[in-house]
């Protein structure tokens, strides 16, 4: 089984919505177990442990959380070039956090194929539609499939 690891912050819930939805529909894929961890919950051997980590924020003041940074820092110890991941994020004003992440994601060696999603304020329907398409093309991936 691919393990995929889905680590969000979420201050207003909106972000734990969209977590929730990227897992939902990771979990569509069959051969892909499927994590869903708050910072607070992840711990470094699932870090280690999982070929695929998808990873969201709010936006704070047109930054990632400090709690969020330190995670990603943290990240840096553990081996994940050549993993797969994603972001995603929620805003109110900027939406800068799912580029950021992706960035640091990114620059620490793993593959980021995709964009990301964002969502302003409280995810509509469209937007937790892309969170489960998201959540299912990392998991796709993570099995061999290409479509």
Same mark, same amino acid.
């Given at each position: 089984? #691919?393990?995929?690891?889905?680590?969000?912050?979420?201050?207003?819930?909106?972000?734990?919505?969209?977590?929730?939805?990227?897992?939902? $529909? #990771?979990? %569509?894929?069959?051969?892909?177990?499927?994590?869903?961890?708050? =910072?607070?919950?992840?711990?470094?051997?699932?870090?280690?442990?999982?070929?695929?980590?998808?990873?969201? #924020?709010?936006?704070?003041?047109?930054?990632?959380?400090?709690?969020?940074?330190?995670?990603?820092?943290? /990240?840096?110890?553990?081996?994940?070039? $050549?993993? /797969?991941?994603?972001?995603?994020?929620?805003?109110?004003?900027?939406?800068? #956090?799912?580029? =950021?992440?992706?960035?640091?994601?990114?620059?620490?060696?793993? /593959?980021?194929?995709?964009?990301?999603?964002?969502?302003?304020? +409280?995810?509509?329907? %469209? +937007?937790?539609?892309?969170?489960?398409? =998201?959540?299912?093309?990392?998991?796709?991936? =993570?099995?061999?499939?290409?479509?």
């Amino acid at each position: 089984m #691919a393990q995929l690891l889905v680590v969000y912050e979420s201050h207003t819930g909106n972000t734990r919505k969209m977590a929730h939805a990227v897992a939902e $529909g #990771a979990r %569509q894929v069959p051969g892909v177990e499927v994590a869903l961890r708050s =910072l607070n919950e992840v711990r470094t051997e699932e870090l280690a442990g999982a070929e695929g980590i998808i990873v969201g #924020a709010p936006t704070r003041n047109t930054k990632v959380p400090p709690a969020m940074e330190q995670f990603l820092g943290r /990240l840096r110890q553990v081996p994940v070039t $050549g993993k /797969l991941g994603a972001s995603f994020g929620s805003y109110g004003w900027s939406g800068e #956090a799912p580029a =950021l992440i992706r960035s640091s994601l990114v620059a620490q060696g793993l /593959l980021l194929p995709w964009v990301g999603v964002r969502a302003k304020r +409280a995810p509509d329907a %469209q +937007a937790l539609d892309n969170c489960r398409g =998201l959540g299912e093309s990392v998991a796709r991936r =993570l099995v061999g499939e290409t479509s």
